[in-house]
């Protein structure tokens, strides 16, 4: 059975902290690894990656991808309280984009 | 113009019934899913299909049955709901991997069983 495990589950900081978090993954032909956020309703589309070792840039959010130790982590610098939402990873695998996600990491950025 | 609309929002009935769930997208994806999201917001995939086709069933209760009429519609009924099937489902479609690989979700339709 694919599994995707993120961790920490949750996690409070400060305004402007730097944040790292984390994304694992045991899946059957693995195609790409999605970032997503979701605040109050559905999620959004943060980045897709497919190879290993490319960092994927956008504003303060990065995420890198190692397809040998099969993980992946989101860092966010300079943390807002925008930011404060969950964030879910996701493994696309197999011949029929069965896209799993993993169980999130709820992530609160205190003024 | 939404992406991915589902109908309704909010669902609110009791155990036993019979309800459905409508999601319609107007990207041309040839993929289309529905997840079901529990109270701490673990997304669990439920179906997918790919052009009409149903293409992943992940151990879901005979009493949920998708239909896809076409690619850019896909249905979820569910019969004899249980208290259970509360939660917040989600239709999504997928652009190719050769492109984004996005999934892209409706706003979700919130089930309440009681």
């Known amino acids: 059975e694919d599994k995707v495990v993120q961790s920490p589950l949750s996690l409070v900081v400060h305004e402007g902290d730097t944040v790292t978090l984390n994304c694992s993954y045991e899946v059957t032909n693995f195609r790409s690894l999605l970032w997503y956020k979701q605040e109050k309703k559905a999620p959004t589309f943060l980045f897709m990656l497919t190879s290993s070792g490319i960092e994927k840039k956008s504003g303060r959010l990065s995420s890198i991808l190692d397809k040998k130790e099969l993980f992946s982590i989101l860092n966010i610098t300079a943390t807002q309280t925008g930011d404060s939402a969950v964030y879910l990873c996701?493994?696309?695998?197999?011949?029929?984009?069965?896209?799993?996600f993993g169980t999130g990491t709820k992530l609160q950025v205190i003024p | 113009d939404t992406a991915v609309s589902q109908t309704p929002k909010y669902l609110v009935t009791q155990m036993g019934n019979d309800k459905s769930i409508k999601c319609e997208q107007n990207l041309g994806h040839d993929t289309m899913y529905w997840y079901k999201q529990d109270s701490k917001k673990f997304l669990k995939i439920m179906f997918s299909y790919n052009n009409k086709e149903l293409i992943i069933n992940e151990t879901v209760p005979n009493r949920f049955s998708p239909k896809s009429p076409d690619k850019a519609h896909l249905n979820l009924h569910i019969n004899s709901l249980e208290l259970g099937d509360s939660a917040v489902y989600f239709c999504?479609?997928?652009?190719?991997?050769?492109?984004?690989?996005?999934?892209?979700f409706g706003e979700g339709s919130r089930l309440t069983v009681l």
């Open positions: 996701a493994v696309g695998s197999g011949g029929y984009q069965k896209v799993t």
């Open positions: 999504a479609s997928r652009a190719p991997e050769r492109r984004t690989g996005e999934l892209f």
